[in-house]
């Protein structure tokens, strides 16, 4: 990457200003229209939304990668590497994911789908959400994800490990939302020291 180039993958917002993440109204939203999409569309929709998994990565997932409560990942961009990253999830969506896949082989694609079929499933969803934009996509809901963790107290080893990035200055971006996700991260922080203040008195 030259010097003082920035990826799609490094930011938050595009050069012009535009958010590239879905926010927590369009995170519900999201999950609303994936409720009463197909199985296989609702679950890949799930998948991605609560692993923040890389569209591809959630493609090459078997039914040996899904556990009670966890979803085993291998990280695509760890270019020559067979490297796994465990990620918690609900257990109602392992349980439904194993209900999906029982009649497949367990080494064989829970989703036989390319990349653009698949991209094109989870771009309708969003169009039924009601969610426009550069932030309408499969990485938008990555970067969703990061910002909902951030959101909900989770640490940035935690957070890093979980989305596969190398460096921790890639996983940091996420703590740089700015607007309404800025103002509860903040919120939560008063919050806790109006509680240690009125626990002392």
């Given at each position: 990457?030259?010097?003082?180039?920035?990826?799609?993958?490094?930011?938050?917002?595009?050069?012009?200003?535009?958010?590239?993440?879905?926010?927590?109204d369009e995170r519900a939203r999201f999950f609303a229209a994936a409720s009463v999409?197909?199985?296989?569309?609702?679950?890949?929709c799930l998948t991605l939304a609560l692993t923040g998994?890389?569209?591809?990565?959630?493609?090459?997932?078997?039914?040996?990668?899904?556990?009670?409560?966890?979803?085993?990942?291998?990280?695509?961009?760890?270019?020559?590497?067979?490297?796994?990253?465990?990620?918690?999830?609900?257990?109602?969506?392992?349980?439904?994911?194993?209900?999906?896949?029982?009649?497949?082989?367990?080494?064989?694609?829970?989703?036989?789908w390319c990349r653009s079929t698949a991209w094109r499933h989870v771009k309708a969803v969003m169009t039924a959400a009601g969610i426009s934009g550069r932030h309408a996509t499969p990485k938008g809901l990555r970067h969703g994800y990061g910002?909902?963790?951030?959101?909900?107290?989770?640490?940035?080893?935690m957070l890093q490990k979980w989305l596969g990035h190398a460096d921790m200055a890639t996983t940091a971006i996420y703590a740089n939302v700015t607007g309404c996700e800025e103002l509860e991260i903040a919120k939560r922080m008063w919050g806790q020291l109006l509680v240690n203040k009125s626990s002392s008195t």
């Open positions: 990457m030259q010097s003082g180039v920035q990826s799609s993958e490094m930011r938050l917002y595009a050069p012009t200003g535009e958010r590239l993440y879905i926010n927590a999409a197909p199985a296989a569309v609702r679950l890949l998994c890389r569209l591809s990565e959630a493609l090459a997932l078997t039914r040996a990668g899904v556990q009670s409560g966890i979803i085993t990942v291998r990280s695509l961009k760890k270019r020559g590497r067979n490297i796994m990253r465990e990620i918690p999830v609900p257990e109602e969506l392992t349980a439904e994911l194993i209900h999906f896949a029982a009649a497949l082989p367990e080494r064989e694609r829970i989703w036989p910002v909902h963790a951030i959101r909900s107290g989770v640490q940035l080893n």
